[in-house]
């Protein structure tokens, strides 16, 4: 969708979810690569997981007029 001038993109599961600080702790990169790809973009990225009830991306991006 489209919101004050940016696109938003929302992905979400409804798996168990997953432990945030253990997955940005383990040594994977799948998170940090994710957040660097945004900011590369200028992008705004918003990682949720409440236990037991999925996962949700939510992504940013700004766009030109």
Do not use: C, F, W, Y
């Amino acid at each position: 969708g489209r919101e004050n001038g940016a696109t938003l993109l929302a992905i979400q599961d409804d798996g168990v979810g997953l432990d945030l600080g253990a997955a940005q702790s383990s040594g994977g990169q799948g998170l940090h690569n994710m957040q660097e790809r945004a900011k590369g973009l200028g992008a705004e990225i918003e990682i949720s997981s409440p236990e037991g009830q999925g996962a949700l991306v939510r992504l940013r991006i700004p766009v030109g007029d």
